[in-house]
């Protein structure tokens, strides 16, 4: 296995100039990227308002169609990330990167130092990864389950063609599913935001502690309310999918094939097509918030540290300095974007580990917002 490896000596101030420059520039140049106008969005909210017009007329001449749209709508949400399986065009690699082949021992190692004394660190990673794939797929999910709630209302409660326990069912477990979305939407998890959170609250904690005891109960129920709310939403729009989905399946008679397929189709449509925009609008702000803070938070610093010494050895408060600079940026730059795409088309952008500082047993002890 060949993966990207620091090419810099990152225990000096210059070197980790050096690498601070370099990945500035390649998110400038992903940043341009993404900031360029795509012609096929509009073609694509086109054929998109189409496809949900034909469905809607469909499902209002059969009813049982609710079903099918819902059935699928469950199973694309349970298994939404079967895109990252779809046909997808290899990157470019960058010739002036540097590479390394991995061994299996090479990758283990790092691996096991993880899961033995950053567990936390680990988490959070897969946190980030797992939530933050999750935002993108927002707006397709507003607007599939949007439609399967309105005709759950109309048909179980005005028409009476459906069962109302069923519709009340079906109505209870989209609205968990919209709050869940609507929250990650608000935590923003692709740019660490429960890892900000809890580190911002963790900070109030302490300081209500030292404060008063009013000021401690007062936060601490606060914190607990806000576990309570989230769990209770991950819960429901997570866990309690499946018995819906099988409830659904249960009821539905199974007698139509092509429209099965047809809804299937129109669904995958709609949510490729929203999860492209989407990602590539919350790319962009993610990449705008990055830059800024490499820039200001990072590299301004470490040019006044590097001008400071110049070439004194670092000692005393400049090496807790660059200590503070090197925390700072691994844990934003550890988050890399990576682009996938339908044999070149529909591009989606998802926020993945970046290996070659995940590897690096001398990035690593830097790593980690709890750690």
Same mark, same amino acid.
């Given at each position: ?25 390649? @998110?400038? /140049?992903? %940043? $341009? ?6 012609? #096929? ?6 054929? &998109?308002?189409? %496809?949900?017009? *034909?469905? &809607? ?5 059969? =009813? ?7 059935? *699928? ?12 399986? %779809? ?9 002036? $990167? ?65 069962d109302p326990l069923v519709a009340q069912n079906i109505v209870i477990q989209i609205l968990f599913i919209i709050f869940f979305f609507i929250m990650m939407l608000i935590l923003e998890p692709h740019s660490q935001g ?7 609250m963790r900070g109030r904690i302490s300081a209500a502690r030292e404060r008063s005891r009013a000021a401690f109960i007062g936060i601490m129920a ?28 249960? *009821?539905?008679?199974? #007698?139509?094939?092509?429209? %099965? ?15 492209? &925009?989407?990602?590539? /609008? ?7 918030? /990055?830059?800024?803070?490499? /820039? ?17 050895? *670092?000692?005393?408060?400049?090496? @807790? ?22 044999? #070149? ?15 690096? =047993? ?10």
């Amino acid at each position: 296995m060949q993966a990207e490896e620091i090419c810099k000596d990152v225990s000096s101030p210059e070197g980790l100039r050096s690498e601070v420059r370099t990945e500035i520039a390649h @998110e400038e /140049r992903l %940043l $341009a990227r993404v900031k360029q106008p795509n012609r #096929g969005y509009t073609m694509g909210y086109i054929a &998109v308002v189409v %496809l949900l017009a *034909v469905i &809607v007329l469909i499902i209002f001449a059969q =009813p049982n169609g609710i079903l099918l749209w819902l059935i *699928v709508a469950f199973i694309l949400y349970s298994f939404n990330y079967i895109i990252l399986f %779809l046909p997808t065009t290899r990157k470019r690699r960058s010739e002036d $990167a540097c590479r390394r082949s991995y061994q299996i021992g090479d990758i283990l190692k790092p691996v096991k130092f993880l899961l033995a004394h950053k567990r936390k660190l680990a988490i959070e990673v897969s946190l980030t990864m797992f939530l933050g794939g999750m935002v993108p797929l927002a707006a397709s999910f507003f607007v599939i389950f949007g439609i399967g709630l309105f005709f759950a209302l109309y048909f179980g409660y005005i028409t009476g063609s459906m069962d109302p326990l069923v519709a009340q069912n079906i109505v209870i477990q989209i609205l968990f599913i919209i709050f869940f979305f609507i929250m990650m939407l608000i935590l923003e998890p692709h740019s660490q935001g429960f890892t900000r959170i809890a580190t911002s609250m963790r900070g109030r904690i302490s300081a209500a502690r030292e404060r008063s005891r009013a000021a401690f109960i007062g936060i601490m129920a606060l914190a607990g309310l806000i576990i309570a709310v989230v769990a209770i939403l991950f819960i429901g729009a997570m866990l309690l999918t499946g018995g819906t989905l099988g409830q659904l399946i249960s *009821v539905e008679k199974w #007698g139509n094939l092509l429209l %099965l397929i047809l809804i299937f189709a129109i669904e995958i449509a709609v949510m490729r097509h929203f999860q492209a &925009v989407s990602s590539r /609008r919350m790319v962009r702000g993610l990449l705008e918030e /990055r830059l800024r803070s490499m /820039r200001k938070d990072v590299l301004e610093p470490l040019e006044a540290l590097v001008v400071r010494l110049s070439g004194k050895e *670092v000692v005393g408060k400049d090496k @807790e300095i660059l200590e503070q600079l090197k925390r700072g940026f691994f844990s934003i730059a550890t988050y890399d974007i990576v682009e996938l795409n339908f044999f #070149g088309y529909s591009p989606i952008f998802v926020v993945g580990p970046k290996l070659k500082y995940l590897l690096d =047993p001398q990035v690593i002890p830097y790593l980690g917002t709890f750690d």
